[in-house]
């Protein structure tokens, strides 16, 4: 029989290569799972930011479209008197023909009004840039009693595939009559 030529040392050590590769191995696996768990976060906030700019895009639309019939002539082409309503917009962000988005919008309030007047020119900043009344030198003073409104206009979006819902304010300035401001402002 031949001798073992095995030193005793050795065989302990044998198992430990293998305990200290399953050990890396698993830190390895870890940390690829940890990997790809951030990216999946990363890639959700990445959409949900999408999907907000998207949702105050769409209400930004329909802020404009009541903003600009906010004050559209009548039929007879006076100063329209009507009071703003409650109202929807179905806005299709990517022209898709699909409404993607549905803004219902609070009926705007007149938040304040002040007479215009025609400072004549007013403070003049840096650059030649005038300040004080936002219609100086504009000759309004000519016009009969105009009116600077601010109105508040609010909105809710509702995206139609998640059901998600956003909320935009904003404020919006038009210039009414004496008629409209009576109506709308008093």
Known sequence: MKPSTTHPTMRRQGGAALIVGL????LITLAVTA????????????GNMQNRNEAVAASN???E???ASLLLPGVDGSPSLAAPQATASLVD???DGTPDYTVDIAPPTCVRATKSTDTGGGAVGPGGIGGGASTAGSG?????DQ???????STTVTHAAS???TSVRQGVRALLSKAQFEALCS
């Open 61 to 63: 639309r329909a802020i």
């Open 35 to 46: 990997g790809f768990t951030l990216s999946n976060t990363n890639l959700k906030s990445v």
């Open 140 to 144: 309004l003073n000519a016009l009969p």
């Open 23 to 26: 050990i890396m191995l698993l």
């Open 65 to 67: 479209e009541v903003a």
């Open 93 to 95: 962000i990517n022209n």
């Open 163 to 165: 059901g998600t819902v």
């Open 147 to 153: 009116y600077n409104s601010v109105w508040d206009i």
